[in-house]
């Protein structure tokens, strides 16, 4: 064991001056998923390619609003049955916020391309052009600024519990 610690400590020395100064600090957060803002994806569509994902940072005085804004919109694409779905999950701990992250699952690139009517269209008519607006413009002053990327599936690196 005595050789171990030896080579441990040289590892960690050899680290601490070729690669530490070179690299960000890793940051770990805690993200809780969030159901009632959520719309779940129906399981026959099988595994996922792609997903779509955005992280918004919000104005602390803006994440109600923001919520309130989401159930609103999740409820009009639920009576809509309007076809995308996303997974939404808040930080709780760990990394800047107040923020949340919505993960969009894409099948095929086909996916990426606006479903017809668009979802402002659907809010549009489910609320009227102005309330509508209001609401758009309510959630997106909440904003302070997002990211966006895409993401590949990886089922060679993933866990999947064995079906029962």
Do not use: C
Request: aromatic share 12%; no cysteine.
């Amino acid at each position: 064991m005595a050789a171990l610690d030896v080579n441990v400590a040289a590892h960690d020395a050899d680290m601490a001056a070729t690669i530490v100064p070179h690299v960000e600090p890793p940051t770990r957060s805690f993200w809780r998923y969030r159901p009632e803002l959520s719309r779940a994806t129906p399981a026959d569509r099988g595994a996922p390619v792609y997903f779509s994902a955005s992280t918004l940072y919000f104005k602390p005085e803006g994440v109600s609003q923001f919520e309130e804004g989401l159930k609103r919109t999740r409820a009009i694409s639920e009576k809509a049955q309007f076809p995308r779905t996303s997974s939404w999950f808040q930080l709780v701990n760990g990394g800047e916020g107040p923020a949340f992250y919505m993960s969009q699952p894409r099948w095929t690139w086909d996916d990426f391309e606006a479903p017809t009517p668009s979802f402002a269209s659907v809010v549009d008519e489910a609320l009227g052009k102005s309330l509508a607006d209001d609401l758009r413009q309510s959630m997106s002053s909440a904003v302070r600024y997002s990211v966006s990327e895409l993401t590949k599936a990886r089922p060679d690196l993933s866990y999947e519990p064995a079906k029962k």
